[in-house]
């Protein structure tokens, strides 16, 4: 062999040797298999986590979904119950953030939705009465009976809701927060639309009540929701740690953003019954265009080409 041959043949496997060693690191390990998330009930995050979840599972990890409220959730992270949450709504639940960053227990991956909204609405039908502020509502507290219908009990908006009635901003001393779950609190603008009822509600977007009923978000309530009707933007977070030992599954979900139009159709699926699974994965087949991001510089967790493995489990 003469010493050319010698020094390609140590060349190339310097770069064979380079190249296994890149895969390996990119590989999580075997612990990171199963990853452990949260959601605290709402449509829009058990879409996304039906979206990362398919994706996860196809990259070999098995994701498991806890449903929990946002404090049990919160306090998950904080105990390494839970690793990944899709669901930070800023500026909404800054007091859980700023206790949990306080205690190092979390990192922000990434900001996953912009331009969404959280506030109290009212069916158009009623804001065309005059309802159309926080400050009309007590003018027809009689109207609404006195009660705001909120979400689940412990959620961080109900909070500011009772916060506000109890200080007697815009005269609500003696209106009632009504704590229920999503499903129900719509139910009941459902109910109140039959007859033109007066109802007032928290609304947010993204969510399908936007297109199924006709409503209009109050303004005046900035001290409690933020300017903008509420503006907000979903972080996804992860408990400390988490990210440096399974980088590969933390680089995918660092990855994920999503819109507002995408979780809309996904939301619309759930709720008319359809498994949050097969609602992602119909809906991911239908855009396929927008899986390539999301996997940038991710493989599968034994460290092959996560593009040839997602999408040959969606048959694409």
């Known amino acids: 062999m003469t010493g050319i041959s010698m020094v390609r043949r140590l060349a190339t496997g310097v770069v064979f040797s380079a190249l296994a060693i890149g895969s390996a690191a990119a590989a999580d390990d075997a612990s990171c298999k199963v990853i452990r ?57 800054k007091a859980f953030i700023d206790d949990l960053t306080a205690a190092k227990a979390i990192e922000v991956m990434n900001k996953n939705l912009e331009g969404a909204k959280f506030t109290l609405a009212v069916p158009t039908y009623v804001a065309d009465k005059g309802v159309k502020d926080f400050a009309d509502l007590q003018k ?39 704590e229920s779950g999503e499903q129900a609190m719509l139910a009941q603008v459902d109910r109140a639309g039959k007859d033109k009822g007066a109802v007032v509600f928290l609304a947010w977007a993204p969510h399908p009540m936007n297109e199924k009923f006709q409503i209009s978000y109050l303004s005046g309530g900035d001290a409690y929701f933020g300017p903008n009707y509420g503006g907000a ?81 969606l048959g694409l």
């Open 140 to 178: 027809h507290a009689d109207e609404f009976d006195h009660k705001i219908y909120g979400i689940e009990p412990g959620a961080p908006a109900n909070a500011n809701i009772q916060k506000m009635i109890d200080a007697n901003d815009f005269g609500l001393k003696d209106w009632k927060l009504v």
């Open 233 to 313: 933007e979903v972080y996804t977070l992860a408990r400390t740690g988490w990210s440096e030992k399974c980088p590969n599954a933390a680089t995918l979900v660092k990855n994920l953003k999503f819109e507002i139009a995408m979780e809309n159709a996904l939301m619309g699926s759930i709720l008319g019954g359809e498994d949050p699974k097969a609602a992602a994965t119909a809906w991911l087949k239908a855009n396929p265009a927008a899986i390539d991001p999301w996997l940038s510089g991710v493989t599968t967790l034994d460290g092959k080409p996560a593009a040839d493995a997602v999408k040959g489990s």
């Open 37 to 93: 998330m949260s959601d605290p009930g709402w449509t829009d995050i058990t879409a996304t986590n039906g979206v990362t979840s398919v994706i996860l599972t196809a990259l070999g990890y098995e994701p498991d979904v806890k449903t929990l409220s946002v404090p049990i959730g919160y306090q998950s992270m904080k105990n390494g119950e839970i690793d990944v949450f899709l669901g930070n709504w800023m500026p909404a639940q």
